[in-house]
């Protein structure tokens, strides 16, 4: 009878502490408890794949493309870090107070500015749609009264989300001409003036080929070489860093290519990366009221620039010209023969 006795009390010890470990371990602690329950919304950033946004400045509708961020309805880049930087805020979002109705006395959502609401945040996670209207200011400076449409309360939250979603288009625009990984190019081919030069990966190595343009005062015989793998990332960088400065047109018409410079383009850049189809940048002329930040020593400073892929026209500005634009042989590697150096071409 004794190991019986034995058996039954490491059965009973094994299943308390089963439910232990089960159920009061995993509970929330009074901290996580008190967090929860002012939680307004969370939603995981990675899950979301629309994003609307209904505000006096902001007129926007964002949509989830693979890892890219595009503005629809014309498929625009948009800019990841703000769109990011909105999705945090409701991932989650907490609130300072809750308001809820009283016995008797419901809320009246038109007292806080929520009907009609001042504007409204609208997400799909999952398939799920959820709506988040926002309302006035509260008298405490920096917060705003809020509710999900659905739900009977009204929150009080931290201003941030309003501020950082209200904002023109403009600003939801990806800010750079283009975005690449430099080691995902395959190739590149520059043609000018001065040159039509290719740039090929093989086998984690450049190959340079480049052949004379139509200016005398660039090159002047083909060349085949290695080339500088330094000189090569650096162009990378360069073409990976543009920066727009202005978005002149979404939808230029055919006649108005001469007034940018396009019927006769100052170069063309053509980009292949792995898995990804070319993309080709046409530079054009200065704009005509900037014409004091163009200069020999400076690189294309706002200079139209049109991209194939999606037909519209941004202006942008670089900081430095990559020389490989006009000067394809500084791409070249310098080898040693016997004890001589020198450059082959």
């Known amino acids: 009878m004794r190991w019986k006795t034995t058996v039954v009390l ?3 010890t094994v299943a308390a502490g089963a439910y232990v470990s089960l159920y009061e371990i995993r509970q929330p602690s009074r901290e996580e408890r008190e967090q929860l329950s002012k939680q307004v919304l969370d939603v995981p950033s990675d899950t979301v794949t629309q994003l609307v ?11 989830r493309s693979g890892p890219t961020w595009r503005l629809s309805p014309n498929g625009m880049r948009a800019d990841g870090t703000l769109v990011s930087r909105l999705l945090n805020h409701l991932a989650p979002l907490r609130a300072e107070r809750i308001l809820s109705d009283a016995p008797g006395k419901p809320l009246e959502p038109k007292s806080f500015g929520l009907e009609p609401a001042v504007g409204r945040v609208s997400l799909v996670a999952q398939g799920t749609p959820t709506t988040l209207l926002i309302g006035e200011t509260t ?11 659905g739900r009977s309360e009204i929150f009080v939250v931290p201003e941030r989300l309003f501020e950082d979603a209200n904002q023109p288009l403009e600003q939801f625009r990806d800010s750079l001409l283009m975005r690449f990984n430099a080691w995902q190019a395959e190739g590149l081919a520059v ?3 001065a040159s039509a030069c290719t740039l090929t990966r093989r086998d984690n190595r450049w190959r340079l080929s480049a052949v004379p343009g139509a200016s005398p005062a660039g090159l002047t015989q083909p060349l085949e070489d290695l080339a500088d793998r330094s000189e090569v ?3 990378l960088s360069s073409l990976a860093g543009l920066p727009i400065k202005r978005f002149l047109n979404d939808a230029p018409q055919v006649e108005s290519v001469p007034t940018w410079g396009f019927d006769a383009p100052k170069a063309e850049v053509t980009l292949r990366q792995s898995g990804e189809s070319p993309v080709t940048l046409f530079f054009g002329s200065p704009l005509p009221e900037e014409p004091s930040l163009v200069s020999p020593a400076r690189w294309l400073s706002w200079r139209f620039c049109g991209r194939e892929r999606d037909g519209r026209l941004r202006a942008e500005t ?16 310098w080898r040693r023969c016997s004890t001589t150096w020198r450059i082959c071409a």
Request: hydrophobic share 45%; aromatic share 4%; with cysteine.
């Open 139 to 149: 008298p405490v400076k920096g917060n705003r009264y809020v509710k999900v449409i």
């Open 53 to 63: 946004l209904d505000l006096p400045e902001a007129k926007v509708t964002l949509t």
């Open 318 to 333: 670089a900081c430095g010209k990559p020389r490989a634009l006009t000067r394809p042989w500084t791409l070249s590697v």
């Open 233 to 235: 990332n650096a162009l």
């Open 10 to 12: 490491l059965v009973v």
């Open 191 to 193: 043609t000018s003036a």
